[in-house]
């Protein structure tokens, strides 16, 4: 087990810009009967210090085996990867020292309580009785009250706080949390969300994984979109909520066309059909009125006209099937 605890930088300049950083990581899992799944392909990230990161995609992404190979649970085929300027290969112990991953999965030792299971963790990071901060890591996530129950008797929500306590002990610069409100009621989302903005505030990166657009876009200030082993995007959140601005307004004319006219090629415009024009633009570049204008100039009629905004969702879509080349 671990018995390093993470390397103090010696001062401030040590402390690197990328928590995480990663280079065509890839990852083929091998079944028994000799079928093989390739979960990451070639995975290329950065994850600045200091902010809150959304690995944001849909199940079976890829998204627990990239955090899996960071925690040093799963094997990568190859590829490089550092946790806070630390080569997992070269320095696997200084590496993984560095982080606090909170899994998927709800698996506790039933019987131990939390109290218990805070010390054995601290104890396999080789942090001395002296600077544990068991009961304060408890308060912070709101079990101290439990502290002595048998951890089976905790409730779903109280097993995942638990959790992320216990990859606290070692006071990691990174935490890790892989989908953590997977299944939880709102109210605890709620909390646990406010805990992750603490926790950062006081100066912990935080990376955590889901499928939930608006989970990302409410807590993140950066996040990677990946899909099928592979990232497809990989942004600040505003600039990523930015492709939302982008509209689409169609226009039923009156009489069939047979070519774009002329005056409207300036314009980003598709014909799917002799009656019916699609403009695809930005709020911020181009208004509706020019459209229109354009259209009127061109001399044609307007028998209907529809707009639509996408959303997240959207974009999310069209980016996805875009990465698996079904456009
Ligand atoms: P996500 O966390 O984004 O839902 P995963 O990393 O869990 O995605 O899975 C990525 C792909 O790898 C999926 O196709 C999944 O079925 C497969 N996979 C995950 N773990 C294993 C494993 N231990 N053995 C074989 N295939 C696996
Ligand atoms: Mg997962």
């Known amino acids: 087990m671990n018995k390093t605890a993470p390397r103090k930088p010696q001062h401030i300049n040590d402390l690197p810009d990328q928590a995480i950083s990663a280079r065509g990581l890839d990852k083929v899992y091998r079944g028994d009967g000799g079928g093989q799944v390739h979960a990451l392909r070639g995975i290329d990230l950065d994850i600045p210090r200091g902010g809150i990161f959304g690995l944001l995609g849909p199940n079976g992404a890829g998204k627990s085996t990239f955090i899996n190979i960071l925690a040093g649970l799963v094997v990568k085929s190859s590829g490089t990867a550092s946790i806070w300027g630390l080569d997992i290969d070269r320095e696997p112990r200084h590496a993984r020292a560095a982080i606090g991953v909170v899994p998927q999965e709800l698996n506790l030792d039933a019987f131990f309580s939390p109290y218990e299971m805070l010390e054995v963790q601290a104890g396999f990071y080789g942090v001395p009785p002296s600077e544990r901060r068991t009961m304060e890591i408890l308060d912070r996530v709101g079990l101290a009250d439990k502290a002595q129950a048998y951890s089976r008797s905790l409730s779903g ?171």
């Open 157 to 327: 929500g109280m097993r995942r706080r638990l959790l992320v306590a216990k990859a606290l002990v070692h006071n990691p610069p990174v935490l890790i949390l892989d989908e953590p409100t997977a299944g939880v009621d709102i109210e605890l989302r709620r909390s646990l969300w406010e805990f992750v903005k603490e926790l950062n505030t006081n100066g912990t990166t935080v990376v955590l994984t889901t499928h939930y657009l608006e989970e990302a876009e409410e807590l993140c200030d950066r996040i990677a979109i990946i899909n099928r082993g592979q990232v497809i995007a990989c942004d600040d959140t505003r600039a990523l909520v930015a492709r939302l601005d982008k509209k689409e307004l169609r226009i039923t004319v009156t009489e069939p066309l047979t070519a774009l006219p002329g005056g409207l090629s300036r314009f980003t415009v598709e014909l799917p059909d002799d009656q019916n024009l699609v403009f695809r633009y930005r709020t911020g570049e181009t208004e509706i009125r020019d459209i229109l204008a354009a259209i009127s100039d061109a001399g044609l009629r307007i028998a209907d006209l529809s707009t639509e905004e996408p959303d997240l969702e959207d974009v999310f879509l069209e980016l996805t099937r875009e990465a698996s080349g079904d456009v």
